[in-house]
């Protein structure tokens, strides 16, 4: 058996989890379709999976991103560019001297559980981008990284009539450069991070812009009181009860920037902290120009002609989706892992009951930023590899599976977007107390387990340097 891990994806999870196996001396295999690191955050990634567009930053701030074993340099901006962000990993990756542990341009094609193993199949690809014989090697471990951003989700069932539309419809995913929409009659779909900034991009170059949604939004700035808006969720408010943060944050809102019908958005159905928030600092302006004119969601395509759920219709040429995207695990079987409707059944979101040894670090969405939580799950999953920590009963994996589904549905409007949802404190200090009690089941009688609803929150991290 090999006794080696195989991490899959060298995007920022799967940087994350190869930095902490080398910190504790397990040994392990890296595999990145695409010959740099950075993933979703690599501008034009020749892996195909990246769905950052140029004009892109980070919509939290950098202390709130940063891993906390290594910090992003004082001198950067509050919110980064992707290339900025992409920098990062790379002096990331040679700080720890992980790039010779990763092999690029070698694609996992399968893995397949194998008696108490699994069997994975990679194929690479020589300088001349020629695909090479497939491999298939064996581990005990398997960590997916492979991103939940990279997949787009068409509207389905596609809108009546779109099939004869004569003009372009694409995702947000393929968008890179408003030059596309330069001069155009623009149709942006969704209220979320791209579709705004999306919008806006086209109102500065488009004949039109028209933003079309489902239901309406609180919009979120990068700045309150001149510092970034997550560093007060940093703040004592942070560790009080939801509905308390709820009426602060609505609050805060109301005084920096009014309500959202005052620009012509539609009401919100939905309380703040129920939906992921969107992030933007120019919509509202354009909105309030009278550059971008908003839209109920599209009811069908006449022609050219887009008529909407109110009776209005639009003339345009082009369509960006901004609609999300698909939790995907192509070298993964439905029948070893389903990801239907974007929900997978991990305890934790991390360890998959039926198959020990599996594990999925970053396939997280939260109110706040990816990387440290990656950071702390592959801590906990290296406890779990080294056998310094040890998983509870499959029923209980199973019964924390059942409550965070349930607590999901409670809070969260009913979308395919808050399947993997969660608060950025609450889930760090979770995962923190898992590793706790994971290490007390193989040193003595562990204390149960506490509902991730009454979780405390660890101290305050912006700013915090390791």
């Given at each position: 058996?090999?006794?080696?891990?195989?991490?899959?994806?060298?995007?920022?999870?799967?940087?994350?989890?190869?930095?902490?196996?080398?910190?504790?001396?397990?040994?392990?295999?890296?595999?990145?379709?695409?010959?740099?690191?950075?993933?979703?955050?690599?501008?034009?990634?020749?892996?195909?999976?990246?769905?950052a567009y140029r004009s892109?930053?980070?919509?939290?701030?950098?202390?709130?991103?940063?891993?906390?074993?290594?910090?992003?340099?004082?001198?950067?901006?509050?919110?980064?560019?992707?290339?900025?962000?992409?920098?990062?990993?790379?002096?990331?990756?040679?700080?720890?001297?992980?790039?010779?542990?990763?092999?690029?341009?070698?694609?996992?094609?399968?893995?397949?559980?194998?008696?108490?193993?699994?069997?994975?199949?990679?194929?690479?690809?020589?300088?001349?981008?020629?695909?090479?014989?497939?491999?298939?090697?064996?581990?005990?471990?398997?960590?997916?990284?492979?991103?939940?951003?990279?997949?787009?989700?068409?509207?389905?069932?596609?809108?009546?009539?779109?099939?004869?539309?004569?003009?372009?419809?694409?995702?947000?995913?393929?968008?890179?450069?408003?030059?596309?929409?330069?001069?155009?009659?623009?149709?942006?779909?969704?209220?979320?991070?791209?579709?705004?900034?999306?919008?806006?991009?086209?109102?500065?170059?488009?004949?039109?812009?028209?933003?079309?949604?489902?239901?309406?939004?609180?919009?979120?700035?990068?700045?309150?009181?001149?510092?970034?808006?997550?560093?007060?969720?940093?703040?004592?408010?942070?560790?009080?009860?939801?509905?308390?943060?709820?009426?602060?944050?609505?609050?805060?809102?109301?005084?920096?920037?009014?309500?959202?019908?005052?620009?012509?958005?539609?009401?919100?159905?939905?309380?703040?902290?129920?939906?992921?928030?969107?992030?933007?600092?120019?919509?509202?302006?354009?909105?309030?120009?009278?550059?971008?004119?908003?839209?109920?969601?599209?009811?069908?395509?006449?022609?050219?002609?887009?008529?909407?759920?109110d009776g209005s219709a639009?003339?345009?040429?082009?369509?960006?989706?901004?609609?999300?995207?698909?939790?995907?695990?192509?070298?993964?079987?439905?029948?070893?892992?389903?990801?239907?409707?974007?929900?997978?059944?991990?305890?934790?979101?991390?360890?998959?009951?039926?198959?020990?040894?599996?594990?999925?670090?970053?396939?997280?969405?939260?109110?706040?930023?990816?990387?440290?939580?990656?950071?702390?799950?592959?801590?906990?999953?290296?406890?779990?590899?080294?056998?310094?920590?040890?998983?509870?009963?499959?029923?209980?994996?199973?019964?924390?599976?059942?409550?965070?589904?349930?607590?999901?549905?409670?809070?969260?409007?009913?979308?395919?977007?808050?399947?993997?949802?969660?608060?950025?404190?609450?889930?760090?200090?979770?995962?923190?107390?898992?590793?706790?009690?994971?290490?007390?089941?193989?040193?003595?009688?562990?204390?149960?387990?506490?509902?991730?609803?009454?979780?405390?929150?660890?101290?305050?991290?912006?700013?915090?340097?390791?």
């Amino acid at each position: 058996m090999n006794e080696r891990v195989c991490v899959i994806g060298a995007g920022s999870s799967g940087i994350a989890a190869a930095q902490v196996l080398h910190a504790r001396g397990i040994p392990f295999d890296c595999f990145e379709i695409g010959s740099e690191v950075g993933g979703n955050w690599r501008y034009q990634n020749d892996n195909g999976m990246s769905s950052a567009y140029r004009s892109l930053h980070i919509n939290t701030s950098r202390q709130l991103m940063e891993y906390r074993t290594y910090p992003m340099p004082e001198d950067l901006p509050d919110y980064p560019s992707h290339w900025q962000i992409a920098q990062y990993f790379d002096d990331y990756v040679d700080h720890f001297g992980l790039r010779d542990r990763i092999r690029f341009r070698t694609e996992v094609v399968k893995v397949e559980p194998e008696g108490p193993a699994y069997a994975v199949t990679v194929r690479g690809r020589n300088e001349h981008n020629e695909p090479l014989d497939p491999e298939v090697r064996h581990y005990a471990q398997v960590i997916v990284a492979n991103g939940h951003h990279w997949d787009p989700r068409w509207p389905e069932p596609s809108y009546p009539g779109s099939e004869t539309f004569p003009g372009r419809q694409i995702h947000a995913h393929y968008y890179k450069t408003p030059d596309v929409l330069e001069g155009k009659r623009v149709l942006v779909l969704g209220i979320g991070n791209s579709a705004c900034d999306i919008a806006v991009e086209a109102s500065r170059v488009a004949e039109a812009t028209y933003l079309a949604m489902r239901r309406g939004a609180h919009v979120v700035p990068k700045y309150i009181f001149g510092m970034p808006t997550d560093h007060l969720t940093d703040s004592v408010v942070a560790r009080m009860p939801l509905k308390v943060q709820q009426t602060a944050m609505a609050a805060m809102l109301r005084l920096a920037r009014g309500k959202v019908t005052d620009y012509g958005l539609p009401r919100p159905d939905h309380a703040v902290l129920h939906a992921h928030p969107t992030v933007s600092d120019d919509l509202l302006t354009r909105l309030g120009h009278g550059d971008i004119v908003v839209k109920p969601n599209i009811d069908r395509f006449e022609g050219a002609k887009v008529f909407f759920n109110d009776g209005s219709a639009a003339e345009v040429d082009t369509v960006v989706y901004c609609t999300g995207y698909k939790v995907s695990f192509p070298f993964l079987d439905d029948r070893v892992v389903a990801a239907a409707d974007n929900k997978v059944a991990l305890y934790r979101r991390v360890v998959d009951p039926d198959h020990p040894g599996l594990f999925f670090v970053g396939l997280v969405q939260p109110l706040g930023a990816i990387m440290p939580l990656a950071e702390v799950q592959a801590e906990w999953v290296a406890d779990l590899i080294s056998g310094v920590g040890a998983l509870p009963s499959e029923e209980e994996m199973r019964s924390e599976i059942r409550a965070y589904d349930e607590e999901v549905r409670r809070r969260y409007v009913a979308s395919k977007r808050h399947t993997i949802q969660v608060d950025f404190h609450r889930y760090f200090a979770e995962v923190q107390r898992e590793r706790r009690i994971s290490r007390e089941r193989v040193n003595g009688e562990p204390r149960p387990a506490r509902s991730s609803r009454r979780a405390r929150l660890p101290r305050p991290l912006a700013g915090r340097r390791s």
